[in-house]
């Protein structure tokens, strides 16, 4: 039937850890109708189960690795062949790195219609980090492991970028200023590909 070709919109949010990307992506989920496809929140979720592949999953977080990419394209593809029904997805916090990039559209057959990326210096993503560690509890969060987090994130994620910015797919958020202002700025971008 020609209602499967009729793929829902899939949009790929990118920035370091701190830059407010999980914040907005809640918001753009529920204005639009989109499913919110968390990464760090499906390893999490995954990690805590017994399975074979949460207890590896686990295994590679608690050392500070990247999860492989196989891994990951897993989750994100189960995840949405489970909601087929979905007018959109907003998949926050990939790719990590090219490699995913590359086998995402191989393995779901299409790009990406959009990639949003919050710029934010480095300071302030340290300093929300910190922030929402003292809110949340959140064992990865202390300064050192952050520093290491947004090296590792900048070095992988800038061939991605490149990569999409060939296909121009990017669309670049300045995250520095209120929640309500990156939002205002996050429903013009998504708007203008209706």
Same mark, same amino acid.
Request: glycine share 8%; proline share 5%; with cysteine.
């Given at each position: ?31 639009? =109708? &989109?499913?919110?496809? $968390?990464?760090?929140?499906? !390893?999490? #979720? ?7 592949? /949460? ?15 196989g891994v990951i394209l ?13 007018? =959109? &997805?907003?998949?926050? $916090?990939?790719?990590?790195? !090219?490699? #995913? ?7 779901? /057959? ?28 959140r064992v990865d969060d ?32 300045l995250a520095e200023e ?17």
């Amino acid at each position: 039937t020609p209602d499967v070709l009729k793929s829902p919109l899939i949009i790929f949010v990118m920035g370091g850890p701190g830059c407010g990307k999980g914040t907005q992506c809640k918001n753009m989920a529920t204005k639009y =109708g &989109f499913c919110h496809v $968390g990464l760090g929140h499906l !390893l999490r #979720q995954e990690a805590q189960r017994g399975t074979r592949r /949460g207890r590896q999953i686990r295994d590679i977080m608690l050392q500070g690795l990247l999860v492989p990419t196989g891994v990951i394209l897993d989750l994100v593809s189960d995840n949405l062949l489970s909601r087929p029904e979905s007018r =959109g &997805f907003v998949i926050d $916090g990939f790719p990590r790195e !090219l490699k #995913q990039a590359k086998e995402f559209e191989r393995i779901v /057959g299409q790009a990406p219609n959009m990639v949003i990326v919050f710029d934010c210096s480095m300071e302030t993503m340290v300093q929300r980090v910190l922030r929402r560690r003292q809110l949340e509890h959140r064992v990865d969060d202390c300064e050192a492991a952050v520093r290491q987090r947004l090296d590792a994130h900048y070095s992988l994620c800038q061939p991605v970028l490149t990569f999409y910015q060939q296909k121009n797919l990017l669309r670049n958020i300045l995250a520095e200023e209120t929640p309500e202002n990156i939002f205002v700025k996050c429903c013009s971008v998504i708007e203008s590909l209706q």
